[in-house]
């Protein structure tokens, strides 16, 4: 009797891994970025080559954004809780913005001439203003579009 309990016992385990396996690997899709993390290390390797160029980058803090940022940047010093995520807070050059359309808060800023901004955005954000400027798109592995990136444009 204790044979063969352990043997359904270890085939129902085996079973729910398999299947478990199966639903993860196969059925998930990757609506986000934080569901594989696909596209943040692309981004902050761009960010990191472009930083240089741009007085303010704004980022907004969905998909854990921030905490993308301190492992990339390899300091712990950079992490920014959770419990901050509905503030803007800043590090650096790096605004963190609390939407996900960070055009939205830029807007509302006055900046100083000749200031050089690049805003980081979901691809879905719409009634981009004018000024901004199309840079480039970061991608999934499967082709659709994870962060626009556009530059400031002074008018």
Do not use: W
């Amino acid at each position: 009797i204790r044979l063969t309990f352990a043997g359904v016992v270890g085939g129902a385990l085996f079973l729910n891994i398999v299947y478990f396996s199966h639903q993860y690997l196969v059925h998930t899709t990757p609506d986000f970025a934080f569901s594989r993390g696909e596209g943040n290390r692309e981004l902050f390797a761009y960010l990191a080559n472009q930083e240089d160029l741009y007085d303010i980058i704004y980022l907004p803090v969905y998909e854990d954004l921030p905490i993308y940022y301190s492992f990339f940047k390899k300091d712990s010093s950079f992490f920014i809780p959770r419990s901050q995520y509905g503030q803007e807070v800043q590090i650096g050059k790096y605004i963190f913005v609390p939407y996900t359309c960070p055009v939205k808060v830029f807007e509302m800023r006055k900046l100083r001439e000749g200031e050089s901004v690049l805003i980081v955005q979901d691809p879905r954000c719409q009634d981009n203003p004018s000024s901004l400027k199309f840079i480039t798109t970061i991608e999934r592995g499967d082709k659709t579009s994870l962060y626009t990136i556009n530059e400031y444009a002074a008018q």
